[in-house]
């Protein structure tokens, strides 16, 4: 059997290579020429207008009308602008505002109650009946148990840290030296993945669907789903910096305990590493100029077309900012620290702690690799297939997007981290490969390479 044979990479490519297949074929035909976006219109109290936008996928004109809003709550929702559209080009969309008297669910006692109705028109002799819903209270955010995790994510690095300062608690013989430190390590890698977007969004029943760009907004709002994240809490750049941070301290102290060496200059390159990242960071968006601090709305801004070479491209950070990622990937490769040989074990026990904090090492530097793919490489979007880019209807059904948005994700990931250990490869191959040789060359070429990111930023 050939050595050079690896399924793993064999089937990574066969399933890109259906992802692929899958993202090119046509989606769903429906019923009729006309698809509308959102398929189930949502309102809420503090979403009083909605706009409808009618797609004609047939290569035809299509003469549009006989609009009516029925059902229990019907009165309650009214057109904006009673001149409706009565044509839609061939491979076009025309589009509708809708709004809703919010006083119409009010109760006696002030509370709000949910409504319901439906839009319909036709097409000659196609008809189309739409839900629209009025939601007194948004779907998701973070329930009982996500708010007890998000506690325990923020609490328990604190208290492992506090503990281990003041000598509480009895360590057994078996347990790995800096037990609790690596814990909380890895709590704090939990965190970071948690404020990582893995797709467009969750919208509840419509997996077998094409899902549009107006219907995922909503569903990113609570309207009739959520947003595909672990922390949607906002702002999302803040609980970023806050789960890097964490992550930087508590790998910094796990390592520093696991070693003989003078602890100054890797907390030196830890600090450099949350510095500049914080900078870098700050720069994309404001290079990106996403609608919000929110990380899912960074990943939209970089779908947004932009023209590349004579075509319109996708505006991803790293074409926004190729300095910034360049320097994010030396940081991230070059700071990290150095793991302790197990053979020569300096203190006991270091053994197995050592084994711990390779995979610790490991996890570390995965989830650096998912932030750069999120930040730089447009996340779980693919150019001219993912929602943000000008398209009239969606070319898959949101389940075979989420998915294909999870493999690119992961491929993105994977790159990232090839790049990360060829550069800290070659970084250590070079004659001041240790670590205060690093300090300074980051101080002396990495720093002022930031500032000079920042000042092109300003002036361009």
């Known amino acids: 059997m050939n050595q050079r044979f690896q399924p793993a990479r064999l089937l990574a490519l066969l399933l890109l290579l259906l992802c692929l297949v899958t993202a090119c074929g046509p989606g769903e035909a429906g019923d009729g020429p006309m698809w509308v976006d959102p398929g189930t219109i949502r309102l809420s109290p503090d979403r009083t207008q909605v706009t409808v936008e009618i797609h004609n996928r047939s290569g035809v004109l299509r003469p549009v009308g006989e609009y009516a809003l029925e059902g229990p709550d019907w009165g309650s929702f009214r057109f904006v602008d009673p001149s409706l559209p009565r044509s839609i080009p061939a491979e076009d969309s025309v589009t509708l505002e809708l709004a809703v008297s919010v006083a119409n669910f009010r109760s006696t006692d002030g509370t709000l ?5 439906s839009l319909r028109f036709a097409s000659n002799r196609h008809e189309y009946e739409i839900p629209v819903v009025f939601q007194a209270a948004a779907d998701g955010g973070p329930g009982p148990i996500g708010l007890g995790l998000l506690v325990l994510l923020l609490v328990l690095p604190a208290g492992l840290l506090a503990g281990r300062g003041l000598g509480l608690g009895s360590r057994s013989p078996d347990r790995p030296r800096g037990a609790p430190l690596l814990a909380a390590a890895f709590a704090s890698l939990l965190l970071v993945a948690l404020t990582i977007p893995l797709g ?4 509840s029943g419509r997996l077998g669907d094409p899902v ?7 569903c990113r709002l609570g309207l009739g789903g959520s947003e595909l994240i672990g922390l949607s809490a906002g702002p999302g750049l803040l609980w970023l910096w806050i789960a890097l941070a964490a992550v930087t301290i508590t790998t910094t102290i796990a390592a520093c305990s696991l070693t003989t ?19 870098l960071l700050a720069t994309a968006f404001a290079a990106l100029n996403p609608a919000s601090s929110a990380l899912s709305e960074l990943v939209l801004a970089q779908t947004r077309a932009t023209p590349m070479l004579g075509v319109e491209g996708p ?3 790293i074409v926004a900012q190729p300095l910034g990622f360049c320097l994010a990937l030396l940081l991230t490769a070059g700071t990290r620290p150095e793991i302790p040989a197990s053979s020569t074990p300096p203190i006991p026990e270091v053994g197995r702690a050592t084994a711990l904090l390779r995979l610790l090492d490991r996890l570390d ?12 490489l447009g996340g779980w979007t693919l150019p001219l297939v993912s ?10 059904p949101l389940g075979v997007e989420l998915v294909l948005g999870l493999v690119v994700l992961a491929l993105e990931i994977g790159l990232v981290l090839v790049l990360s250990d060829r550069l800290r490869g070659w970084l250590a191959g070079r004659p001041a490969a240790g670590e205060r040789e690093r300090l300074r060359l980051h101080g002396r070429w990495t720093l002022p390479l930031i500032l000079a990111n920042i000042l092109t930023l300003l002036f361009l």
Request: proline share 8%.
């Open 113 to 117: 109650r949910d409504g319901e109705a």
């Open 200 to 203: 467009p969004a969750w919208c």
């Open 212 to 218: 549009g760009p107006l219907e995922l907004a909503q």
């Open 261 to 279: 060496r003078d602890p100054l200059p890797r907390v030196g390159l830890a600090g450099l590493r949350l510095l500049g990242m914080s900078v």
């Open 315 to 317: 505006r991803w950070g």
């Open 365 to 376: 530097a995965a989830v650096w690799a998912a932030v750069l793919a999120t930040v730089y």
């Open 387 to 396: 929602v943000g880019l000008s398209r009239s209807v969606p070319l898959m």
